[in-house]
């Protein structure tokens, strides 16, 4: 079946230093994919997504990679801030456009 | 307005009383998706709407649950008889329009606290 999983359940970092959070898939056949933040009490907000014919995608501040071998993505965040604190996850898209979740990273910035 | 909104924010029921939750999607969407978190966890697809039209409910986890669309807009989730292993927050998203017809854009779900 169609699994999404995260490496680790926490992360914790300075201010200032750059954070990665990995992600693995279990569905070669995946064609995209998405990162969200989802702070406590909120819903997800969407960071920046990736398509499978993509193997590096940059926003601000954050930049995803797609691994298609070892069917691994990650999120990288430059310059953490306070702000950054959340979980995060990773999704992939499945039949008819709907989201298979990993368990999520909760990402701990510490100043 | 400019995000995908929801109603009520928080529900407190007994245990065998029927619910409904609410979304309001993004103006022209045309995808509406439900899912559940419960605590600590990731987020569970339910059921997902294109147009009025249901084509995939396999997430809904027992015939207690149900939905609708109407107008291409709203969407309701009913759960019946609830129960406490209902309790989770129960988020909506929507997608389809614009320029990136894959994004998904979350509310801010309901918290549903069964007793």
């Known amino acids: 079946g169609e699994s999404v999983g995260l490496h680790l359940p926490t992360l914790s970092v300075q201010e200032g230093d750059n954070s990665i959070i990995n992600c693995a898939y279990s569905?070669?056949?995946?064609?995209?994919f998405i990162w969200y933040k989802q702070e406590s009490g909120k819903g997800p907000q969407f960071i920046i997504d990736?398509?499978?014919?993509?193997d590096k995608r940059q926003g601000q501040r954050v930049t995803v990679l797609l691994n298609k071998t070892v069917k691994h993505l990650s999120l990288q965040i430059a310059a953490t801030q306070p702000g950054d604190s959340a979980v995060y996850f990773c999704a992939e898209e499945g039949q008819g456009g709907k989201l298979i979740f990993g368990q999520g990273t909760e990402l701990s910035v510490k100043p | 307005g400019a995000g995908v909104s929801q109603s009520p924010s928080n529900k407190v029921t007994e245990k065998g009383k029927d619910v409904e939750l609410r979304c309001d999607p993004i103006s022209g969407h045309t995808a509406l998706y439900w899912y559940r978190q419960s605590l600590g966890q990731g987020l569970e697809f339910l059921i997902y709407?294109?147009?009025?039209?249901?084509?995939?409910k396999s997430g809904l986890p027992s015939d207690r649950f149900s939905a609708e669309r109407t107008g291409g807009s709203v969407s309701t989730l009913t759960i019946q008889r609830t129960q406490q292993e209902d309790s989770a927050v129960y988020l909506c998203a929507s997608g389809g329009g614009g320029d990136n017809t894959d994004t998904q854009y979350f509310g801010p779900g309901t918290r549903l606290t069964v007793l």
């Open positions: 990736i398509r499978s014919n993509m």
């Open positions: 709407f294109q147009g009025n039209s249901a084509p995939d």
């Open positions: 569905n070669s056949a995946s064609d995209y």
